[in-house]
């Protein structure tokens, strides 16, 4: 049975990728998108779904969500996205319009359709999710699992020690830690072992997918952006790995591990604070992605997005 998710996500050249995986994967069902504030402002980040979602031939609602973190002062990554937050393939403006519900009233009306059955999977800051957490404590263990993409054992991007999406909302991660619900969890300890190399860039630009080879153009931008700013060469696909993960999940190794977030600390606020050696005693509440097979998931990217014609 096809696996029922709705992917989160604040749309971003990464994103952008991992939309176009979940709507072509036969192994998953996607039965929306819900957008948040991260990469860049929420209006953006809407219209960047809507524009992959148009482009991609994919019939699913596009949901708008939080325009803001829950507490914080907001934080937008127009350095590494540019300030549409997608960057780099100057595709055409979508026609179609965003779904009149919001994204958390769309999150609660399939997990009632759908209990037991549904996969939120959370690749940008988790405003939406821990909104949704709060106003719906009901429906709690009528969710399947969360998968995100955020935070890090052993380093940071945004900070020394935090993680964008973690630091953009961090009261949201939180929530989402102490949910309770099962929680899988792609840190960039994982997901800098994906990077996309730009022989295997210009590859994707020579398909015959219009969405396809744009995307390949977008991740030029986003190879070009990301050596700028940490003199890494290849780029990173984060939250691909979210729903590779879904598809082939051995695709990686994991370790389950108590985290909390990191809420006062003047040098440390946002960092996934991770019990590595079990020093506190308490049980694992996350189940971390450690090792990524680079080449298996660079072969299942392709696999996927070569559907598209």
């Known amino acids: 049975m096809r696996r029922k998710i709705i992917l989160d996500c604040d749309p971003g050249h990464d994103d952008a990728v991992a939309i176009l995986l979940a709507g072509v994967a036969e192994e998953l069902e996607l039965l929306g998108i819900t957008t948040v504030a991260g990469n860049s402002y929420v ?27 829950l507490l914080r002062e907001q934080i937008v990554a127009p350095d590494i996205h540019g300030e549409s937050g997608l960057e780099g393939a100057n595709l055409p403006d979508p026609t179609t319009e965003k779904d009149p519900r919001t994204a958390v009233e769309f999150i609660a009306e399939m997990i009632r359709k759908y209990e037991g059955e549904v996969t939120l999977c959370a690749v940008g800051p988790l405003t939406n999710i821990a909104i949704f957490l709060i106003n719906y404590p009901y429906l709690h263990d009528k969710v399947k699992e969360i998968v995100i993409m955020g935070g890090g054992i052993a380093f940071g991007n945004t900070t020394p020690v935090a993680e964008f999406n973690i630091l953009a909302d961090p009261e949201a991660a939180q929530i989402v830690f102490d949910s309770k619900i099962p929680l899988t969890v792609f840190g960039l300890d994982a997901t800098h072992q994906t990077k996309i190399h730009m022989d295997e860039i210009k590859k994707m630009q020579s398909l015959s997918s219009f969405i396809v080879s744009k995307m390949g153009l977008l991740l030029e931008f986003f ?5 700028h700013v940490f003199k890494i060469k290849g780029a990173p696909l984060h939250d691909p790995c979210v729903i590779a993960y879904l598809i082939e999940p051995d695709i990686f190794e994991y370790k389950e591990y108590y985290c909390q977030i990191e809420l006062k600390g003047a040098l440390t606020y946002g960092q996934t604070v991770v019990d590595y050696w079990q020093n506190s005693n308490t049980p694992p509440n996350s189940k971390w992605a450690v090792k990524a097979d680079r080449e298996r998931f660079i072969k299942l990217l392709f696999s996927q997005l070569s559907k598209y014609k």
């Open 43 to 69: 209006k953006n980040t809407t219209k960047n779904a809507l524009i992959l979602v148009e482009n991609g031939n994919l019939n699913v609602p596009v949901c708008e969500g939080a325009s803001k973190p």
């Open 223 to 227: 190879h070009q952006t990301y050596y």
